[in-house]
Structure formats: C-alpha cells, structure tokens
C-alpha cells in the first residue's frame, strides 16, 4: 500500500504562482512514476504533468512553459511548481503513485484562480 499526502493548494489571482507537494509513504518501488491530474467542475479528470523514477517530466500542452514537476526521491516527495496561473487552471489537482503495485491517489487539493 501506498499513502499520499498532498498539500500547497489555495486560492491565487490571475498570473500567480502556487506550489503543490505530494508526499508518498508506505511500499516505495524504485520504479515509479509519480504526477498530477487535475478536475475542473463539469469536466473529466485531465493528466497534467508526471515524471519518472528517472526524473524524466512529461506536461499536458496546456501548462508547458508555466508548470514545472520535480521530485525529491530522498523524500519520496513530487512537486509541482505552477506559474502564471490562468482561471482555466482552477481545478482539484490529484496527486498519483504508479508501480507495479499499481496506482494509488492524494485527497485532492483545491487550485482556485480567480481576479
């Protein structure tokens, strides 16, 4: 099993900045992909940014050159470093875990961007 705590979302204005982190405990695999989607209200769950064991990052077209994902493999910790934030970026931001376990997924923390 895998846990994972999510922290850092809040309410911003158009052009901010916020930082998620997501911290993973419990059955840590090596190989593993650790990212974010996110869920706009009336809207399906979108893959936003992952990053591999390697810490190789992969961004939806939309957030490329304003979203940045890292991770701390020391801390089992992923980030995601959130730039120029848009209205359209106002979601719920899951946190997620894959490996050969499977995958698991944060609480969800709440992205407002509103002037």
């Known amino acids: 099993q895998v846990q994972l705590v999510e922290s850092g979302g809040g309410l911003v204005q158009p052009g901010g900045s916020l930082r998620l982190s997501c911290a993973a405990s419990?059955?840590?695999?090596?190989?593993?992909?650790m990212g974010w989607y996110r869920q706009a209200p009336g809207k399906q769950r979108e893959l936003v940014a992952r990053?591999?064991?390697?810490?190789?990052?992969t961004y939806v077209d939309s957030v490329k050159g304003r979203f940045t994902i890292s991770r701390d493999n020391a801390k089992e910790t992923v980030y995601l470093q959130m730039n120029s934030l848009k209205l359209e970026d106002t979601a719920v931001y899951y946190c997620y875990y894959q490996s050969e376990l499977g995958i698991y997924w944060g609480q969800g923390t709440q992205v407002t961007v509103s002037s």
């Open positions: 990053i591999s064991g390697a810490g190789v990052p």
């Open positions: 419990g059955t840590i695999f090596s190989i593993n992909v």
